[in-house]
């Protein structure tokens, strides 16, 4: 992950996307202390056996707005656990806006909701997830940076 200070910070920009992100062509739009706003286009080769996007891809999206309001401050966290319920198909060429949003943090935990919708709007899944911010190396191992 890059970060936009000093070496260790941890801190998130809108061009640290993970390589899984980078993968899906998520862009971070908007970043900021609890929250994150990211977009992506829905290919062909994400969509399923009934042509809509896949689940693991609305969830993978989702999961990068929160991955990314988590981090900006505070230091590394990791998702501890999260549901999302499915509300409307996508479709190939739907642009999906993912909007994170923090509703608790205490100690070393936080709450994040996320809604995902297309470009007319239209609620497409809705995301809430339990982040836990890890120690200052994340887990990284001894033989692994």
Do not use: K
Not at 4 to 9: I, L, N
Not at 33 to 39: D, I, N
Not at 49 to 68: E, I, K, N, Y
Not at 77 to 94: H, K, M, W
Request: glycine share 12%; proline share 5%.
């Amino acid at each position: 992950m890059r970060t936009d200070g000093a070496a260790g910070e941890g801190r998130c920009t809108p061009d640290s996307a993970d390589p899984a992100s980078r993968a899906l062509s998520i862009r971070i739009d908007l970043l900021g202390p609890g929250t994150c706003t990211a977009r992506m286009v829905v290919r062909a080769d994400m969509l399923n056996a009934q042509a809509t996007c896949h689940g693991g891809m609305l969830f993978m999206l989702a999961d990068s707005a929160v991955g990314h309001a988590s981090n900006f401050a505070d230091g590394p966290a990791v998702a501890a656990g999260a549901s999302i319920e499915y509300l409307a198909p996508a479709y190939a060429g739907d642009e999906l806006t993912a909007t994170a949003s923090s509703r608790w943090q205490e100690g070393r935990g936080a709450v994040y909701d996320v809604l995902v919708s297309n470009q007319a709007g239209q609620l497409i899944a809705m995301l809430r997830c339990r982040s836990r911010r890890v120690g200052e190396r994340g887990f990284a191992s001894p033989d692994r940076p």
